[in-house]
């Protein structure tokens, strides 16, 4: 079955640490997305892909990193500059205009 | 920016009718779509409306005005497992990125 697949579930973080959210999809969509939602709010974006080889910020990218070396494959770096990385981040995919998003099941990270 | 408003919280009881409005800005705009999630889940997909007027799909229904920039979402024959949130999201280019609000809160009491 196709579907987005994002490891690991949980994970923690000592402060001073980068740390790498994995996503990956089987579905053959183009575009690949990072959300990150706080207690109670919205999703805001990170970055997103869409296109193999080509990324762009979205509204929050400082502290953070990706690549999209390949299609199926989305990872998140989480580096020490991000100031405040305790939140729990969605991936997503889509094939393009009209049909939504495809959302992994989450990674909740802590910083400790 | 596609601002989008949404109330926080919304409490109802089990049978009843809630009503759920969402206002987007119109610049840029291509569609909407309504989001539901549970606490500590992913979203999950519940209607797109792109062209004027009301979609109903059991007892969910979404309603979109273009020209007024205003969706709403309405859940029918409420069931304790519609307490949750739901997230109203603007499709805003080509390639189909979604601008979400910061979602509705939605509580249903026996």
């Known amino acids: 079955d196709g579907g987005i697949t994002q490891s690991p579930k949980y994970l923690f973080r000592k402060e001073g640490q980068n740390v790498t959210l994995s996503c990956e999809q089987n579905?053959?969509?183009?575009?690949m997305y990072w959300y990150r939602q706080d207690p109670g709010q919205g999703l805001r974006l990170i970055y997103y892909s869409q296109i193999v080889n080509d990324f762009q910020k979205g509204d929050i990218a400082e502290g953070y990193s990706v690549s999209r070396e390949k299609k199926e494959s989305f990872p998140l770096t989480v580096t020490s500059a991000q100031k405040n990385p305790t939140a729990f981040y969605l991936c997503a995919s889509s094939i393009g205009k009209s049909y939504g998003y495809t959302f992994g099941s989450g990674t909740r990270l802590t910083v400790v | 920016g596609q601002n989008i408003d949404q109330p926080t919280e919304m409490t109802a009881t089990e049978g009843a009718i809630v009503q759920i409005n969402c206002t987007y800005q119109?610049?840029?705009?291509?569609?909407l779509f309504w989001y539901q999630q549970h606490a500590g889940e992913a979203p999950t997909f519940l209607s797109y409306?792109?062209?004027?007027g009301l979609e109903e799909k059991g007892r969910f229904s979404s309603f979109l005005s273009r020209s007024k920039g205003y969706s709403y979402l309405l859940l029918k024959e409420l069931q304790m497992k519609d307490s949750a949130s739901y997230l109203c999201a603007s499709e805003t280019d080509s390639w189909g990125k979604l601008q979400f609000g910061a979602g509705t809160q939605v509580v249903v009491t026996p």
């Open positions: 409306n792109v062209l004027d």
């Open positions: 579905l053959n969509h183009d575009a």
């Open positions: 119109t610049s840029g705009f291509n569609g």
